[in-house]
């Protein structure tokens, strides 16, 4: 069994994040997307994984290297445009050859991990096995039609949705895949849809098996969505306290980094922060992700992820439910009258008030 993990794309709905660092390399609980399916391929026994990565991408090799210090033998596989999953599959052909293997879309964080999944797929002995989620917006997904316990169907982002259920981006295929992705033409948008795909090995007799998801999934495009999953990764925050706390009170579960100081402060867990961080009399709620070499003086935060070497300085109003990327200051301003002074980047999403 192989793994091959998807790290492409553009992120557009996470600009202007997006246009300097992978959104597969923006994190979760301190830790990069993108290594939690690694985490998961590695602890169901896997050792080959392929990335996919955009033409001339070497953000992603520099973040996980050969994969030895994860247990696994990665190799980077170039897409030269986004053409589809299918097409992603297509080209990874040469590195998967005639083994079975988990496609897993990188930017997919959920509970539990992928080894049962592969226990169900090995057992049915299907050519095809679709891990399914429950959800309240399925047309936003590839959906199934299912009759009994199996799936007669497959429709790419229905406007009238056969069932509540998306198919989520793990899927478990043998080789017949390739001769489906081979196959198939590129839908309305030029691109080769993997529900076409898996319609395809339907079509031609092949055994398409399905597990639920009982826990939490989430596909994280949005950026609402990354901060649901930050959200539900932290509610299962394993404690460590390796900083110096003064003077504060810390209530619920809060992971503190080496080298971070936290004085005259308060803070909610589930909370974690990294290492080198300050905080100063301040307030740091519930579900917030700091990460390394941050500074949150004098200012409120919670429900938020800040990445490296962020500062927020004498801020009155509370932030919340925010996005905060690498090297930012935000700062409260001393001049009269009262003004806001920005500095906002393209596809910027500000809220004052």
């Known amino acids: 069994m192989k793994a091959l993990i998807t790290a492409g794309g553009h992120g557009t709905r996470l600009r202007p994040i997006t246009h300097t660092k992978n959104k597969h390399l923006i994190p979760i609980a301190n830790r990069t997307m993108l290594s939690y399916a690694l985490e998961y391929a590695a602890e169901a026994g896997i050792t080959e994984a392929g990335i996919i990565v955009n033409q001339g991408d070497t953000e992603i090799e520099g973040e996980f290297g050969s994969g030895s210090d994860l247990g696994l033998n990665i190799t980077y ?29 990188g930017d997919n964080i959920l509970v539990g991990g992928i080894r049962k999944f592969i226990d169900e797929f090995e057992s049915n002995g299907s050519n095809c096995h679709l891990v399914l989620s429950k959800v309240s917006d399925p047309e936003r997904f590839g959906v ?19 069932s509540s259920f998306a198919v989520t981006g ?5 080789s017949s895949i390739f001769e489906a992705v081979n196959n198939i033409k590129p839908s309305a948008r030029g691109e080769l849809e993997i529900s076409d795909a898996h319609q395809y090995l339907l079509d031609n007799g092949r055994n398409v098996s399905f597990s639920e998801i009982t826990g939490w999934w989430k596909d994280t495009g949005k950026a609402s969505d990354l901060l649901e ?17 003064v003077d504060s009170t810390l209530t619920g579960r809060v992971s503190i980094g080496k080298g ?22 301040a307030y ?4 917030t992700a700091i990460a ?10 919670e429900y ?38 920005l500095l906002i980047g393209d596809q910027s999403r500000i809220q004052l008030s």
């Not at 793990?170 to 043998?174: A, F, G, M, P, Q």
């Not at 999953?229 to 706390?245: I, P």
């Not at 740091?284 to 579900?287: A, R, V």
Request: proline letters at 6%; a negative charge; hydrophobic letters at 35%.
């Open 77 to 105: 596989i170039q897409q030269e445009a986004p053409l589809g999953l299918a097409h992603v599959v297509k080209i990874a052909e040469p590195f998967i050859g005639d083994e079975n293997f988990i496609f897993y879309l």
């Open 144 to 162: 199934p039609e299912i009759e009994g316990d199996k799936i007669i169907g497959v429709e790419e982002k229905p406007t009238k949705p056969k």
């Open 170 to 174: 793990i899927y478990l295929y043998d």
């Open 229 to 245: 999953a930050n959200r539900l990764v932290l509610d299962n925050l394993k404690e460590e306290r390796s900083g110096t706390v």
């Open 260 to 281: 971070t100081k936290v004085t005259g402060s308060t803070i909610r867990g589930p909370a974690i922060l990294g290492k080198d961080v300050v905080v100063e009399d």
């Open 284 to 287: 740091i709620g519930p579900h």
């Open 292 to 301: 390394d070499g941050c500074r949150i003086i004098g200012s409120e935060i």
């Open 304 to 341: 938020s992820i800040l990445m490296e070497r962020t500062s927020i300085v004498d801020i009155q109003t509370r932030i919340e439910s925010s996005l905060i990327g690498h090297d930012a200051e935000v700062t409260r301003g001393s001049a009269k009258p009262k003004s806001h002074r």
